[in-house]
């Protein structure tokens, strides 16, 4: 996995509303074929991070740069957030799900995939006409809509108001949403959140699937630890909008800094190695604040 | 007031309707002196009088009091929600029933609408109204497309008809253009009008975009109405070039110049009026037809799905890669093209235009016939116009039946009740079933269509 090339490089992400610092000096990497995980205590900035990526923020400072897999490089920081995933190809999903809930299941798929269909109407000229050329060109929107679906199991709703689907079908088809426009990155925003372990252990197999066969790359944020350590091959841990610690499930799990973190300790000095473990330790015998 | 009526299912308490009675009675009381108990008098000399009429308030205040209480009474005896719930579910079924038929009753219409001139019972004046209510029902389609697809509400689309009947008004009269050759340049131009009032509201959403399209409206109209060189100030234009069939125009051949072959001529006809007023309805028809076929079209397109993507959720539109930017301004240069395309009919028409046609009234109209129609549906629109238009009509149709006669004057009213009561049973319009722009799987397998989350 390590020869994989970098697909999306954060560099001294800093974000900051009038005084307030969300993000601070961030900096991690997140590669093809990988699934990277931001986890963090409420509030930490992971939502924000995407924000930024994606366009609806622009940073304070710092450098987002996507290498395509086509070759080209883009600077996020500098893009409109609507060509960010036209061009650079970075998908997302929301925390608080949307989807077009007065429009059909397969229609918000297809109006994901407005950009290609809009050249291949010519701006509705030739779809006015009806030419073949915008025919095919919603005939293979649909079929890739028919795979997604499939995909996601809600093929035999695909005629169903997306809003009448129940919270579990509705994140699902938010994923396939965002796949649906071809994306290179895809950034989940708490895919998990809501979900009964059933459906969770779905969507693993779901993000699993869609790593190998799509070849994409991945960014997760989530607050569900049997997702986050199941299926990712790299976490990244925020608190208060700084990065605390970096590398595989393993090594994140046993880092002292996130331990303090997660479960609270009023000394935010850092301290030395050997009294991270006690201090591990009091903590939890303490319990969470 | 909203809750003390039905406290509890089937148990009546009185004491809570009797105060929720008495409260309304208070705001009749209320409003009622000021408007009802007062009325000036004109004592000559210019003097004014005041009238009391307060027997009437108390009429009124009592009125409400029972009328209130009867309503409480049945409310708590019926259960508000099974009430509210059975107008609705009635509702609801017979606009499911009317939307599964669509092409039936569509089909009937047209068939209808094509053959009314030359039906026994139709005469001049019924064309006339006709052509009124064909009208309406473009400048409705129009409007739907802006606000029933793309969900911006718009308060001024009574601009772009101003701007579409002023500029074939303008361009006859300064070039001598027919209205064939106007139509399309006015249409362009309204067109180009729809984006220039898209600019600055791009970034405006719900009741900040109602403003300033309102605002805008009232833009225009002062316009028309002070920029005297142009546009004739509030005496508007005169002698607007008539619509001719194919270069045939409609004109008395006693009093047409010889050089000049009209249209009785040609075909060999004894000439009558009806002929133009017949004419001018098919014109109409034809141009609603178009608009019609235009809308449908473009609402199976990507760019009729964007409009209502965005409608449903503009930054999840962002997040797909759309561009809300021109998401938003094609729609309104294509309401706004639809509008220009009816007011150069409406110009050529009547012959005559006066920025008193182009007031807050006429945008408030189109969109009360949007929105009780149904947002987004086509046949609504039709029947929302009809209704409305045939309701000014009532006046002269029932004249001397004691309540139908004044229907005329209070359909304001009327219309405003209606859209309280579709507010209330079916928000989003009488006929709002919303027909997919693609299906995967066949039409008719019910148990796997989904209602909308009302």
Same mark, same amino acid.
């Given at each position: ?90 998908? !997302?999903?929301?925390?608080?799900? !949307? ?10 798929? /297809? ?40 995909? /996601? ?17 509705? !994140? !699902? ?84 800094? /996130? ?22 330790? +009091?903590? +939890? ?5 | ?5 039905? #406290? ?51 009429? @009124? ?40 038929? #669509? ?18 019972? #139709? ?14 029902? *473009? ?99 005169? @002698? ?96 706004? *093209? ?36 149904? *947002? ?79």
């Amino acid at each position: 996995m390590s020869e994989n090339a970098p697909l999306l490089e954060v560099e001294h992400l800093t974000m900051r509303f009038g005084g307030l610092t969300a993000i601070g000096d961030l900096s991690f990497t997140a590669r093809r074929d990988e699934i990277t995980a931001i986890i963090g205590p409420n509030g930490a900035g992971k939502t924000t991070v995407f924000n930024c990526l994606t366009g609806f923020y622009k940073p304070s400072s710092g450098r987002l740069t996507l290498h395509h897999p086509h070759g080209q490089d883009y600077l996020l920081e500098r893009m409109d957030g609507f060509r960010i995933p036209r061009l650079a190809g970075v998908a !997302r999903t929301f925390q608080n799900i !949307r989807l077009f809930a007065g429009m059909t299941v397969l229609e918000n798929l /297809v109006v994901a995939q407005h950009n290609k269909l809009m050249r291949a109407s010519a701006f509705s000229i030739a779809g006015l006409m009806g030419l073949p050329r915008y025919r095919n060109a919603e005939a293979a929107a649909v079929d890739r809509a028919r795979y997604w679906l499939d995909k /996601v199991g809600l093929l035999s709703r695909a005629d169903w108001l997306a809003g009448a689907l129940p919270y579990g079908a509705q !994140r !699902r088809l938010e994923i396939a949403r965002a796949m649906c426009i071809d994306p290179t990155l895809l950034c989940l925003d708490e895919p998990a959140a809501g979900l009964n372990p059933t459906e969770s252990g779905e969507l693993n197999q779901l993000l699993l699937s869609i790593r190998t066969e799509q070849k994409i790359g991945v960014l997760l944020i989530e607050h569900d630890m049997s997702v986050v350590m199941s299926v990712s091959d790299h976490i990244v841990v925020l608190d208060y909008g700084r990065k605390i610690s970096d590398g595989t499930p393993q090594a994140v799990r046993n880092d002292p800094a /996130v331990i303090r973190a997660y479960l609270g300790e009023e000394e935010t000095d850092v301290l030395p190695p050997e009294v991270a473990s006690d201090v591990g330790m +009091t903590a +939890t015998s303490q319990g969470p604040r | 007031m909203a809750v003390a009526a039905a #406290s509890g299912r089937g148990r009546v308490d009185l004491p809570a309707i009797f105060r929720d009675a008495a409260l309304a009675a208070v705001v009749a009381l209320v409003l009622a002196v000021p408007l009802v108990g007062l009325q000036t008098t004109d004592q000559g000399s210019n003097a004014l009088g005041i009238r009391t009429r307060f027997d009437w308030v108390a009429y @009124g205040v009592i009125a409400v009091f029972l009328g209130r209480l009867a309503i409480g009474y049945w409310l708590a005896l019926r259960g508000r929600r099974a009430a509210a719930g059975a107008a609705s579910g009635a509702l609801g079924r017979l606009s499911a029933a009317v939307s599964r038929h #669509s092409m039936v009753i569509g089909g009937i219409g047209f068939l209808f609408a094509v053959t009314f001139p030359f039906m026994p019972f #139709s005469s001049n004046y019924l064309v006339d109204l006709g052509t009124n209510v064909l009208i309406y029902v *473009m400048l409705g389609w129009g409007l739907n497309v802006v606000v029933g697809l793309a969900g911006l509400l718009d308060l001024g689309y009574v601009a772009f008809y101003a701007v579409g009947a002023y500029s074939f008004a303008l361009f006859a009269q300064w070039f001598h253009l027919s209205f064939w050759e106007a139509l399309p340049i006015s249409g362009a131009l309204a067109a180009s009008f729809g984006i220039i009032l898209g600019f600055p509201v791009l970034r405006l959403r719900g009741d900040y975009l109602a403003i300033v399209t309102l605002g805008f409206g009232e833009i225009i109209r002062i316009i028309l109405v002070n920029w005297s060189d142009v546009t004739g100030g509030p005496n508007g234009i005169n @002698g607007i070039p008539r619509p001719s069939f194919f270069g045939l125009p409609f004109l008395n051949p006693d009093a047409a110049p010889d050089d000049v072959t009209t249209f009785s001529q040609f075909f060999h006809l004894d000439f009558s009026p009806l002929q133009r007023v017949i004419f001018l309805y098919y014109v109409i028809l034809i141009l609603a037809l178009v608009t019609n076929a235009f809308t449908l079209r473009l609402r199976k397109l990507p760019i009729g799905r964007a409009w209502e993507a965005l409608r449903e959720d503009e930054i999840a539109c962002r997040a797909l890669g759309l561009n809300p930017r021109n998401i938003k301004l094609s729609a309104f240069a294509i309401g706004a *093209m639809i509008g220009g395309f009816a007011g150069s009919f409406f110009a050529t028409r009547l012959g005559f235009i006066s920025p008193e046609s182009f007031t807050f009234l006429e945008s408030a109209i189109v969109l009360a016939i949007v929105v009780l129609g149904g *947002m987004g549906s086509q046949l609504g629109v039709v029947l929302a116009a009809t209704v409305l238009v045939m309701l000014n009509e009532f006046g002269r149709w029932f004249d001397g039946v004691p309540l139908l006669e004044d229907m005329g004057k209070f359909r304001m009213l009327i219309f405003g009740m209606a859209m309280i009561a579709i507010m209330i049973w079916r928000p989003r319009g009488l006929l709002a079933h919303r027909e997919p722009s693609l299906r995967l799987h066949a039409k008719g397998a019910p148990s796997l269509v989904g209602e909308p989350a009302e």
